[in-house]
Structure formats: C-alpha cells, structure tokens
C-alpha cells in the first residue's frame, strides 16, 4: 500500500521533503485554553512547538458594556493585540505567525548562549576547585611514618605536660 500526502502517516520519501515537513512542523503555534483563568488572570497560553511562552490571552469583563474584550501580552508584558471576539484575536496571531516565531527563536537563541556561557564559567571554576590553588597530592603514608609521626606526637604532648606540672 502505497503512501499519499493525504494520508494522516505521511513520511517524506527524500531529504528535501523532509526538511519541508520539519519546517513546518517547527512553525506551528499552540493554543492553551484553561477552563478558568489562571491566578494572573489569562486564560489561554500561546505557544510554539518548542513550549516557548509567545503570548498570554486576558479576558476582561466591561460593565458598561456588558461584553468581553480579550487582550493579548507577550511574555514582558507588553500588550500584544486587543480584540473583542476571541476568533479574531487567533486570527491575529496565525496572521502574525512568522514575526511571532521570529521573536520566539531569538529567545531561544539567548537562552541557549546564556547556558552555554554558564556552562564554561562552572568548567572554569572546576578546573581551578572554586577558585582556591589546586593542592598538590601528598605522598601515601607507610605504616611506618604513621607509627613515627604517632611517637613524635607523643612524647611532644608528654614534654609540654612535663613543663606544665614543674611550674
């Protein structure tokens, strides 16, 4: 049975349709919806395939108006878009994809180049234990220094015991 593009199991047969199908993949946007808002009052989460945060979806209640306006923030806080049905405000966002995406994988970008940078700065401070000079390895003991350093100990503690009691 052969594979066709409509089939839901598609698999790209060459390199070039692979990395047309991996594109796109890479390019979709997430809708979250909650049943409730969230305790920071939006609910529904905008992301990317990679669970980048793009945007946070408000609902806000107009009293006078006794309707809804929804109001979209980037991850900052910086409003987004403001719209009063939320299919257009989805609209917005499929509309805005590529610029939306663009901005996600700068993102993504810097976060990788902080933990890269973290990373060298942990190496560097192992190689060096913390900052300290490395010690040098002491030689390995025989038993017999140990049962010297034991005699020299001794009669060390005995002379200063000596030197107590005769004063």
């Not at 009052?41 to 990679?50: A, C, M």
């Not at 993102?107 to 234990?129: A, G, N, V």
């Not at 100990?153 to 030197?163: A, G, I, P, T, V």
């Amino acid at each position: 049975m052969e594979t066709t593009k409509e089939t839901s199991n598609f698999i790209p047969e060459n390199n070039e349709q692979r990395k047309i199908a991996k594109r796109n993949l890479a390019n979709k946007i997430i809708f979250i919806e909650y049943e409730s808002a969230l305790p920071n009052g939006h609910f529904i989460t905008v992301t990317d395939r990679f669970k980048n945060i793009l945007s946070r979806i408000h609902r806000i209640h107009n009293v006078k108006e006794q309707n809804y306006r929804f109001v979209a923030y980037d991850a900052e806080g910086n409003l987004l878009f403001e719209k009063e049905k939320i299919w257009e405000m989805k609209k917005e966002f499929i509309n805005q994809k590529e610029v939306l995406m663009e901005k996600a994988h700068q993102k993504r970008l810097e976060k990788l180049s902080q933990s890269r940078q973290k990373q060298q700065t942990k190496t560097i401070e192992k190689t060096t234990r913390m900052g300290k000079p490395e010690q040098k390895n002491q030689p390995v003991k025989t038993e017999r220094n140990r049962e010297q350093e034991l005699k020299e100990l001794r009669e060390s503690k005995e002379q200063n015991m000596e030197l107590e009691i005769s004063r």
